[in-house]
């Protein structure tokens, strides 16, 4: 079986498995980086994102063989405490419901205010759409990333 190097949340890791296999199940099954969920499985649901280089992606998409040695952060690498702003931002503002969908759009959310930590409202709703929450706590989603985004002002 091929090995791979991957870099994940600022560590490098040895990985013996298959190139075709999804970065998702990479990061659950082997690394045990379980905060990362499988929704869908064709990257329509925004579960499974995850930060390769600063970009948000759909970890289910993407194989082992296409990652070579881009960095790749999950919801775990985003803060050692689980303190990061949106983090704090989602719980202030009442948006974990099932939750479910929670880590995907925390990391959709840094993404865009990496790129763009001035967001506007439209700009905020147009780097959320691929992130869906069964709950419908969108609203709330929203303005937790605008509360985030208005701090960067």
């Not at 983090?87 to 419901?97: G, L, M, N, R, S």
């Amino acid at each position: 079986m091929p090995l791979f190097k991957i870099q994940v949340n600022g560590k490098e890791h040895s990985l013996e498995a298959e190139g075709d296999m999804p970065l998702l199940w990479a990061l659950r099954d082997l690394l045990n980086l379980n905060g990362t969920k499988y929704g869908c499985g064709v990257g329509s649901c925004g579960a499974c994102t995850v930060l390769i280089d600063g970009k948000a992606a759909t970890s289910c998409q993407m194989t082992l063989a296409e990652v070579g040695r881009s960095k790749i952060v999950t919801i775990e690498g985003l803060s050692r405490n689980g303190d990061h702003p949106l983090q704090k931002a989602f719980i202030e503002h009442d948006v974990p419901q099932c939750g479910y969908c929670q880590t995907g759009q925390i990391m959709a959310a840094a993404a865009l205010l990496r790129s763009n930590p001035k967001a506007t409202d439209e700009q905020i709703r147009e780097a959320m759409n691929g992130n869906i929450c069964r709950c419908g706590t969108y609203y709330r989603v929203l303005q937790a990333v605008k509360a985030v985004a208005k701090e960067s002002r």
